[in-house]
């Protein structure tokens, strides 16, 4: 395997294999949760025609929630109505550095 970045003529360039790997792993995982969704779908159905609350396994355990409603704030009209409300209740977290990749 060649050096993972390397700089050429003053641009940083990722090697053509990292980037290959980093597409092929995307497409795996996009693959995987489409199959995982297809599965979790049809166990929905099976659990609501039931009435089955729980299963396990020996690798799992699924328990059904129910469809319900979910209230938030709108922290955007907030901010702009009441800034100085916002800036009242508002808390900053730190956040771990990280890369992001977007496959082409």
């Given at each position: ?16 294999y990292?980037?290959e ?20 779908a ?5 659990m ?9 396994s ?5 328990t ?12 955007k009209t ?6 100085e ?8 977290s ?11």
């Amino acid at each position: 395997m060649n050096e993972l970045i390397t700089i050429q003529d003053g641009v940083w360039l990722l090697s053509p294999y990292a980037g290959e790997q980093i597409a092929a792993f995307e497409e795996q995982i996009k693959k995987a949760k489409a199959q995982e969704e297809l599965l979790k779908a049809e166990i929905l159905k099976v659990m609501e025609e039931h009435g089955i609350l729980k299963l396990e396994s020996d690798a799992v355990a699924i328990t059904y929630v129910a469809e319900t409603t979910k209230e938030s704030l709108d922290s955007k009209t907030l901010r702009k109505d009441f800034p100085e409300v916002y800036d009242a209740y508002a808390k900053v977290s730190p956040v771990k550095a990280y890369v992001k990749i977007k496959v082409k």
